[in-house]
Every structure is written in C-alpha cells, then in structure tokens.
C-alpha cells in the first residue's frame, strides 16, 4: 500500500509564492516519478510538473519559468515551488506517485490553492 501526503497549500495574493510538499510512504519502488497535477473547477485534472527518480523534469507550459519541481529520494518526497501565482493558478493541487512505467498510479487527497486578492 502506498500513501501520499500533500502540505502547503492554502491562500495568496497574485504575484506571491507558495510551496506544496508531498511525502509518500509504503512500498515505493526506487524508479518512480512523481508529480503534480491540478484541477480547477469545472476543467479536466492536468499536470503541473512531474519529476523522475533519476532527475528528469516535465512542466505544463503553464508552468515553466515559475514553477520549480524538486524531490529528495531519500524522503520519498517531491515538492514544488510556486511564484509568480495567478489566479488562473487556483486548484486543487494533487500529488502523483507512478511506478512500474505507470502501471502502478497512486493519488494525494489534493490541497487548495487559492490565488486572490
């Protein structure tokens, strides 16, 4: 069984900075990628940012150059730094765990970010 636990989300005004953590737990394989996903009201969940065990990143254009994904192996835990936020960023932010080539897919309860002034 694997848990995935989400922190740091919560309230900002535009143009600030907030940074999400998620710590897995269980049997977690060493080649793994994990990442983050979002969704806003009445849209489809898309991803964010995902980084694999060995270091490769993917961000949504979204994302890129405002966002920053980083993980720490040793914890089983991925985080992702948030600045420069809008509102169009407000979501629920999950965090993903996939192993075996994705066969394996595993979710965080979500965490509210709320981008307004």
């Known amino acids: 069984q694997v848990h995935l636990v989400e922190s740091g989300g919560g309230l900002v005004q535009p143009g600030g900075s907030l940074r999400l953590s998620c710590a897995a737990s269980?049997?977690?394989?060493?080649?793994?990628?994990m990442g983050w996903y979002r969704q806003a009201p009445g849209k489809q969940r898309e991803l964010v940012a995902a980084?694999?065990?060995?270091?490769?990143?993917n961000y949504a254009d979204s994302a890129k150059g405002r966002f920053t994904i980083s993980r720490d192996n040793a914890k089983n835990t991925v985080y992702l730094q948030m600045n420069s936020l809008k509102p169009e960023d407000t979501a629920v932010y999950y965090c993903?765990?996939?192993?075996?080539?994705?066969?394996?897919?595993?979710w965080g309860q979500g965490t509210q970010v709320t981008v307004s002034s």
């Open positions: 993903n765990l996939k192993m075996t080539f994705g066969t394996l897919d595993y």
């Open positions: 269980g049997s977690i394989l060493r080649v793994n990628t």
């Open positions: 980084m694999t065990s060995g270091g490769s990143t």
